[in-house]
């Protein structure tokens, strides 16, 4: 397969879970994949932000967290989000510092 190939595909496969977070599953709670999976939306908007940076390009989290939710952020963590309770925060930091660390 050649490079442009393979791109593509990753490109595809990159949209198509987009869609499924973002569309079909808006119920599953950031903080539960970051539990179980090691990343979530937000880790998902911030590797976009840093291959725009790679690339030349300027993106603030903001903005590449736009992109991402297809809103502001904070209009769809009120649309989509709950209430973590202590039990989930503490998963989460915990999850939090060993799969993005300082780099978030």
């Known amino acids: 397969m050649d490079d442009r190939t393979r791109t593509e595909l990753e490109a595809a496969a990159f949209r198509k879970l987009r869609h499924h977070l973002m569309d079909k599953?808006?119920?599953?709670q950031n903080i539960d994949l970051m539990n179980l999976a090691g990343f979530c939306r937000n880790c998902l908007s911030r590797w976009y932000q840093e291959a725009a940076h790679e690339r030349g390009i300027e993106m603030s989290k903001d903005e590449a967290r736009e992109v991402y939710y297809g809103m502001p952020y904070p209009e769809w963590k009120a649309?989509?989000?709950?209430?973590?309770?202590?039990?989930?925060?503490?998963?989460?930091?915990?999850?939090?510092?060993?799969?993005?660390?300082?780099?978030?």
């Open 79 to 104: 649309r989509h989000q709950t209430d973590a309770d202590a039990e989930k925060q503490a998963a989460f930091d915990a999850a939090f510092a060993r799969n993005v660390g300082e780099s978030g």
């Open 25 to 28: 599953r808006p119920d599953v």
